[in-house]
């Protein structure tokens, strides 16, 4: 590659005007993460060639891995415009789609790569993943025989499969499948780079200051799932014995969880500065950190170029990831006995490093303090509500009116002994919209309109359009994450 990428350059010496040599020359600094040079070449390609419709498509690709989502848009429009066969640029158009939640759009798009393009594998495949997202599971057991079929081949001839290893395991793949993924997609990581030079890293093999630095990656520091569960974590270290660094993948998205991160970790350094993973991991490595953690493994907004240059000299695995990595580079994963079996040990590239209980976490008593003021729920009724004295009488159900709880000290639910002081107020809301409207953000952020204590609206099924009686099936993922065994289990439950 470095030899191809001399010749390129030396041909623009001679002819600069050549598009082909421009493009091809962006396409391997694409690679090697270079990707401001990539698009400047990319848009010298155009100038020189306006049809260049390759050049659009692979610009937006470069535009998608910097954020660009509307420049990529363009991009890919632009190369569809100029070439409608083009079944590359239709399926990138539909990738954006999907990013963005068009899904009927992307399905549109990937089914004209594949009219273009029948064997198109990536197309097929994320086709049948969006299918997912909106339970479309006609004709389900066929799609998925042939994604199990074009995994399987693909692994055969050593290619990075079309299913991505998050994806992989809403699939009948099958661990060693799943397995074999990771690790294509690790061994990318590391191949990307390889391209970069950098010779390995010395790591500290002393505490500093007597503390051992733990360093937390993730793009999730915001309101997203993961800060969610984990925000709590980094203020609630033994600081004595532990100095915690926060590294954020992506920009500050202005909400209280980051900014609870931010506050409570001794140390938050925002990656997103650092778009070179080069640099981004000498930055870590300045830091002399001892643990490094992976809450991203293959989700969205994941960078493992970083891990893959082993900045610390122990690398872990946990939370927002559960399979394996892959990777050689991952040392641990953090997990429990449900989630990974000994006997399913074979299937992970990493050392198993169980917690007593779980690995999975909550930050719901911080998130959500009002619901944890109920002493006990009432059987047997189809909208209980909460139990609790006011000046020694008792607080049954009521259906119009709110309930305001404020505690006196630790809830019962954590293991204490608790009293209450209660008071009822008139709920002025009429119809189910106006219920709905009152109800505390689902995220658990405090706001003006919304400060804590909240007040509770009545938990009445009618204000969901529910029936009285019956059981509800709540699915509170993503719907992609669901299937039809799933579904007739829950059923002939």
């Known amino acids: 590659m470095e030899e191809a990428t001399a010749l390129y350059r030396r041909a623009l ?5 050549f598009a082909a040599a421009h493009s091809n020359l962006a396409s391997i600094l694409q690679q090697q993460g270079k990707l401001p040079e990539a698009i400047s070449h990319y848009q010298e390609a155009i100038r020189i060639q306006p049809g ?54 992307a399905i549109r798009s ?16 994320n086709l049948a993943h969006c299918m997912q997202i909106i339970c479309d599971w006609s004709e389900y057991d066929m799609r998925m025989r042939k994604v199990v079929s074009i995994v399987r081949d693909q692994l055969n001839m050593k290619r990075l499969p079309s299913v991505h290893p998050h994806h992989s395991m809403l699939y009948p793949l099958g661990h060693k499948f799943r397995k074999g993924i990771a690790a294509r997609h690790a061994t990318l990581c590391s191949d990307k780079v390889a391209l970069l030079h950098k010779k390995p890293y ?22 997203h799932p993961t ?21 954020g993948l992506s920009p500050d998205d202005g909400t209280s969880f980051r900014r609870k991160v931010q506050s409570e970790a001794e140390h938050f350094v925002d990656l997103s500065k650092y778009p070179c993973n080069g640099d981004a991991a000498d930055k870590i490595n300045s830091d002399g950190i ?41 040392d641990y994963i953090i997990t429990d ?25 909550g930050d719901h008593c911080h998130m959500f303090p009002h619901l944890m003021h109920y002493e006990e729920v009432i059987a047997g009724m189809s909208n209980p509500l909460v139990m609790g004295t006011v000046e020694g009488k008792l607080i049954t159900p009521i259906q119009d009116r709110s309930l305001k709880l404020l505690p006196f000290d630790t809830p019962r639910s954590v293991g204490k002994p608790t009293k209450w002081r209660c008071y009822i ?41 529910l029936p009285a009686q019956g059981i509800i099936f709540c699915n509170f993922n993503q719907l992609y994450k669901l299937d039809p065994g799933k579904k007739y289990t829950q059923c002939e439950r």
């Open 13 to 17: 010496e001679v002819h600069p005007e």
């Open 52 to 105: 260049f419709a390759d050049a659009y498509s692979n610009m937006g690709n470069a535009l998608k891995e910097m954020h660009d989502i509307n420049g990529a848009l363009q991009c890919y429009t632009r190369a569809i415009q100029l070439n409608p066969r083009f079944a590359d640029a239709h399926s990138n158009l539909a990738s954006i789609y999907k990013d963005a939640g068009q899904i009927p759009e």
């Open 110 to 125: 990937y089914k004209m790569a594949l009219k273009l393009k029948p064997e198109f594998s990536d197309a097929y495949c």
């Open 202 to 223: 010395k790591h500290s093999k002393h505490l500093a200051n007597g503390r051992l630095r733990i360093g937390y990656v993730s793009s999730d520091y915001g309101n």
């Open 227 to 247: 800060s969610h569960l984990m925000q709590s974590v980094p203020g609630l270290h033994n600081m004595q014995k532990v100095e915690v660094f926060c590294y």
């Open 290 to 330: 001892h643990i490094l953690i992976n809450m991203n493994g293959y989700t969205k907004g994941a960078r493992n170029e970083i891990f893959a240059l082993k900045p610390a000299p122990i690398q872990v695995m946990w939370l927002g990831y559960p399979g394996t990595s892959g990777a050689d580079y991952m």
């Open 337 to 361: 006995h449900v989630t990974s079996p000994k006997q399913l040990v074979e299937q992970y590239s990493e050392k198993l490093a169980y917690m007593p209980y779980t690995f999975f976490i």
């Open 425 to 465: 107020e008139d709920n002025p809301h009429n119809s189910a919209e106006q219920v709905a409207d009152n109800i505390p953000p689902a995220d658990g952020q405090e706001s003006p309109l919304h400060p804590r204590p909240y007040t509770m609206p009545p938990t009445l099924r009618s204000a969901y359009g």
